[in-house]
């Protein structure tokens, strides 16, 4: 079973990012049931379904243990982090980790390194950070045409107006749509130019 840290790392420059390094979400755990006192259990991450690194999370009253074996080491380490909870709106309790290197209350702690700390600790950054305006126009396209129940991917054709939509509203996000595709294919049309002419004899 592969030890924590053995996923799979991000490949470009920069920062690393979040979703390549082992992410912890406390909310995740509480949805399914698993922070109760006393409570042990697995949890691990797979990339295409297969396994990458896994760990070993036992309950404690206001903290959790996190037992991991590091695969570069064979190192055994365990981690306490420690739990906070605020109130929600409409009652009940929401649970936060406290991050053990500043202490700062967070949703999400990471495997970046040796222990499991936040983002900001781990110097991590989103995925969404290294995306140039063309890709992040390409992405905010393709979520008004999952709202407009349109076939994925800018290339395809429109899909018309959903039906129940109002006409206001369908034509409000297709003008919205519209104008972020212009931006992707000119963002494409940009990039196309200067690897012609790099490839110019």
């Avoid at 990471?110 to 969404?128: I, M, V």
């Avoid at 290294?130 to 349109?150: F, H």
Wanted: proline residues 2%; contains cysteine; hydrophobic residues 30%.
């Amino acid at each position: 079973m592969g030890g924590r840290g053995s996923g799979r790392q991000a490949t470009y420059c920069g920062k690393d990012v979040t979703e390549e390094s082992t992410p912890l979400d406390i909310r995740k755990l509480a949805r399914s049931g698993l922070l109760v006192n006393g409570n042990s259990f697995g949890w691990c991450w797979t990339v295409c379904d297969r396994e990458t690194s896994s760990i070993t999370i036992r309950v404690a009253l206001q903290a959790v243990q996190l037992c991991y074996q590091k695969r570069s080491t064979g190192e055994s380490i365990e981690q306490w982090v420690h739990l906070q909870n605020t109130p929600c709106r409409f009652g009940g309790m929401r649970q936060w980790f406290t991050c053990p290197a500043c202490s700062k209350r967070v949703a999400v702690i990471y495997g970046r390194s040796k222990y499991f700390t936040c983002r900001s600790c781990c110097g991590l950054g989103y995925a969404s950070q290294k995306e140039g305006v063309g890709d992040r126009s390409g992405r905010r396209a393709d979520k008004l045409r999952k709202r407009l129940g349109w076939e994925a991917g800018i290339l395809n054709g429109d899909g018309g107006k959903p039906k129940g939509m109002h006409w206001v509203t369908y034509q409000r996000l297709k003008a919205e749509h519209d104008r972020l595709v212009q931006i992707s294919f000119h963002d494409i049309g940009r990039k196309f130019g200067f690897l012609h002419k790099l490839l110019e004899p």
